[in-house]
């Protein structure tokens, strides 16, 4: 009976290999926002005033992807339905300024290839993942990257239990002060060269703990990240979409 029961529900829940990373798109999923041309309301800042983590700026709307934690109180608060999330997970960015959304932007976002990375990492990459101070949410998001769903291992990218044996730092997390400490140990135990990627609202910007008094953030103000990775938490497939744009895969 319990044989019969465990076929069902592997019947049920089908294949869950994910064949194509670069083509998927997750249902249900909270994604790429989209910003209409649609004129707001006179003196309306509703949209503004109701995030959390002030990503919304007005005159042109604005969508700040680093500091937005996809609450989606935004679109529920605007009577023009000026902002809405798409399934799209593409959100990577290889600066700051890339994680802007702008009003009737149409191109989609997309990590600038480099050709310094994809001819040092494009068949070995090794990444040492680090949780300064984060919630556990982005960690099992990143960690679902090595299951066999979404196998990023294919591409030769992996996850290490040393920096020593590192190519990239995958930072999560807002870099608490008990944390700060071990950041820069992890990134002066890796050998050059190097890049450092910033995964999740918290570790790009400080989300919703950008001001907290426990949190210190000095590092990234010394060591500039290669790779921007938004999300609350992101999706392992904003990830890997994110680091094979980088290493230029197709």
């Not at 005159?59 to 700040?64: C, F, K």
Request: hydrophobic share 45%; net charge neutral; proline share 6%.
């Amino acid at each position: 009976m319990s044989l019969l029961k465990s076929l069902r529900v592997r019947a049920s829940q089908g294949s869950q290999y994910v064949a194509d990373l670069r083509s998927a798109v997750p249902r249900g999923f909270r994604g790429l926002p989209v910003i209409s041309d649609a004129s707001c309301a006179s003196e309306c800042r509703a949209c503004a005033e109701v995030c959390p983590t002030r990503a919304i700026a007005l005159s042109p709307v604005t969508l700040d992807l680093g500091r937005c934690v996809f609450c989606n109180e935004c679109v529920q608060v605007c009577p023009q339905e000026k902002i809405a999330f798409s399934a799209n997970p593409r959100m990577g960015g290889g600066t700051r300024e890339q994680l802007l959304v702008r009003q009737e932007a149409e191109e989609v976002m997309k990590v600038r290839a480099s050709a310094t990375f994809s001819k040092l990492f494009g068949r070995s990459l090794k990444l040492r993942q680090v949780s300064a101070g984060g919630c556990n949410a982005c960690e099992l998001e990143l960690n679902a990257l090595a299951n066999v769903n979404f196998d990023l291992q294919r591409f030769g990218i992996e996850w290490v239990a040393s920096p020593r044996h590192a190519d990239a730092l995958v930072l999560s997390g807002p870099i608490t002060v008990a944390m700060a400490n071990a950041v820069q140990l992890a990134w002066d135990a890796m050998p050059e060269p190097r890049f450092l990627a910033v995964v999740g609202a918290c570790a790009i910007s400080g989300g919703l703990y950008e001001h907290a008094q426990s949190v210190e953030r000095g590092f990234l103000g010394h060591v500039g990240p290669a790779l921007y990775v938004p999300g609350c938490p992101p999706h392992p497939l904003t990830f890997a979409n994110a680091i094979l744009d980088l290493l230029g895969v197709a």
